[in-house]
């Protein structure tokens, strides 16, 4: 049985606990917020950028002419896993997840006989795929040092992927990252970039009612690039904001199991208490009855 | 037909400029040209160089963008560049740094030979827009201070 001293130590640093998770939920939910303003910020973009793929590729995925980053290498052979991770621990399931999904991705291509290599951002993810897979690594990109996440990270990041795609690395490039739901729910997701996926134009013939200049064929080349970058800092984005979400549900948590804890110990305490009390009555009594 | 049109500014990090305007001067990749309500829906590559908005009463605005491409119907013109500054914004700092990113361009074409020719022209091309483009506004496109 501890003594009351332990007890009591037990307690403060179980408040201490407390105080730091929760401190941690309130900036958690702060940066949620900014993370969730950048997000939507970078929406209108993205949603043109996809709208005016649609068109062109619309025109241009049947002729021979298509790009490669469009049309694919006529391969599916070599994979590349782009996994899109977070920097810092602390953030409940949210790394666990997306690495989850990749090692499926990875065992299920390994399965059907097929290359794998992996790319990773963010150093938890690299962590944890390093072990098992540290022999397919083929590049990491460090974002510790970057505070807020701008369009020259994703670009940066698109690079590397272009360059070893010019080089003829791999056939299909995949990302994995968190996609945000709500603060409670973000599921992990996996969105091919390479050859690009493209929506069904919403408009049926909208690419025919533009004039083009350039031709087709040379806008394209210019904006498939360009499409790469924008769905890294969509995803990017996306991370960020699930990541600070997971976060602030992990720490919630933990505040809340730290509360429960310091209840029962204090029980506990008060207990062992009375019983001292109790029993050094006891002593007296006995102690004046002997006499 | 209205005689204005909606012009959007829309860099990837968010939306820099949402204003009804009377015209829109666009540096398009094969040669300017000038934007009016009712122009037949296009869609233009860009090269690096100064977007002239005229605003319902006359006035002038000036963007430098950094390439991009615009889609013009009838009745908006949608500009969605990489970067984009207000002329009066622009300063030595963020023309330099533009100015890097364009050298480093060229450079990496350069060293990765496998890329072909046509690759490191629209690099040296683009180095040379963005050159011009700093040239045009009075900043010093040497100052940039990209290790060769």
């Known amino acids: ?291 | 037909m209205a005689d204005t049109m909606q012009f959007d500014l829309v860099s990837p990090e968010r939306n820099l400029v949402s204003v009804p305007v009377r015209e829109v001067r666009l540096p398009g990749a094969e040669g300017d040209l000038t934007a009016m309500p009712g122009h037949a829906p296009a869609i233009v590559n860009l090269r690096p160089g100064l977007v002239t908005v005229v605003k319902a009463d006359g006035s002038e605005t000036e963007f430098a963008v950094t390439g991009g491409f615009a889609e013009i119907n009838g009745e908006s013109v949608t500009l969605l560049a990489e970067r984009g500054h207000p002329r009066a914004e622009m300063t030595q700092a963020i023309f330099n740094d533009m100015m890097a990113q364009a050298q480093r361009q060229v450079k990496v074409a350069q060293e990765r030979g496998s890329v072909g020719e046509e690759v490191v022209a629209a690099a040296v091309k683009l180095l040379a827009d963005m050159e011009a483009l700093g040239t045009h506004i009075g900043l010093d496109p040497n100052q940039s201070n990209f290790p060769h």
């Open chain 1, 1 to 291: 049985m501890p003594s009351l001293k332990d007890l009591k130590n037990r307690i403060g640093s179980v408040k201490n606990t407390r105080k730091i998770t929760k401190a941690m939920q309130m900036v958690a939910a702060a940066k949620l917020r900014r993370a969730q303003e950048a997000a939507e910020a970078a929406r209108p973009y993205a949603d043109r950028m996809a709208a005016v793929m649609a068109g062109l590729t619309a025109s241009a995925a049947g002729s021979d002419m298509a790009p490669r980053l469009l049309a694919g290498t006529g391969e599916d052979r070599r994979h590349l896993l782009v996994v899109l991770t977070s920097e810092r621990g602390l953030a409940g399931g949210f790394n666990s997840s997306i690495v989850k999904l990749a090692r499926l991705r990875l065992a299920e291509l390994r399965s059907q006989g097929k290359e794998v290599t992996i790319l990773t951002v963010g150093k938890k993810g690299r962590e944890q795929l390093k072990r098992d897979f540290g022999d397919l690594f083929v590049h990491h990109v460090d974002l510790s040092e970057v505070k807020r996440i701008g369009y020259d990270n994703a670009r940066g990041i698109a690079d590397e992927i272009l360059e070893r795609f010019e080089a003829g690395s791999f056939d299909v490039a995949t990302l994995f990252y968190n996609r945000f739901e709500s603060v409670i729910s973000q599921i992990p997701t996996a969105r091919q970039i390479i050859p690009a996926v493209i929506d069904e134009p919403t408009e049926a013939g909208a690419s025919s009612l533009y004039d083009y200049e350039p031709d087709e064929n040379a806008i394209l080349n210019d904006l498939l690039p360009r499409s790469v970058a924008t769905q890294v800092f969509a995803a990017l984005l996306e991370n960020a904001a699930s990541e600070q979400g997971a976060r602030m549900s992990a720490m919630d948590n933990a505040t809340r199991n730290a509360g429960d804890m310091i209840d029962r110990l204090t029980t506990e305490y008060n207990r062992s208490r009375q019983a001292a009390i109790t029993k050094e009555l006891i002593e007296i009594i006995s102690g004046a009855e002997a006499l």
